[in-house]
């Protein structure tokens, strides 16, 4: 459901737009659709990593980087401004 939102907005995602505008903007619309009635799941960790892989595809995506290139999610991590998920 996330990505599809994603994907829905994909021009504004990947535009010209300040990566701190991007980065808003993903936090608040996308991720209250991923996490749509949320507080009724069990958080287990499979539920924590698919979670976490979504967020990269969605960094990646806007910082327009394939999954060809060899680039670590820490690289990723850096060039947005974000950091690293504890678990």
Same mark, same amino acid.
């Given at each position: 459901?996330?990505?599809q939102a994603f994907m829905?907005?994909?021009?504004?995602?990947?535009?010209?737009? &300040?990566?701190?505008?991007?980065? !808003?903007?993903?936090?608040?619309?996308?991720w209250s659709v991923m996490l749509h009635a949320s =507080? *009724?799941? &069990?958080?287990?960790?499979?539920? !924590?990593?698919?979670?976490?892989?979504?967020?990269?595809?969605?960094?990646?995506?806007? =910082? *327009?980087? &394939?999954?060809?290139?060899?680039?670590?999610?820490?690289?990723?991590?850096?060039?947005?401004?974000?950091?690293?998920?504890?678990?």
């Open positions: 459901m996330g990505k829905y907005e994909t021009k504004l995602f990947t535009g010209s737009l &300040s990566i701190e505008l991007k980065k !808003r903007t993903v936090k608040s619309v996308l =507080e *009724k799941w &069990s958080m287990t960790q499979a539920d !924590r990593k698919r979670l976490e892989a979504v967020e990269m595809w969605i960094w990646r995506r806007m =910082e *327009k980087v &394939s999954w060809m290139d060899k680039i670590s999610n820490e690289e990723v991590l850096q060039r947005v401004n974000e950091i690293k998920p504890l678990c």
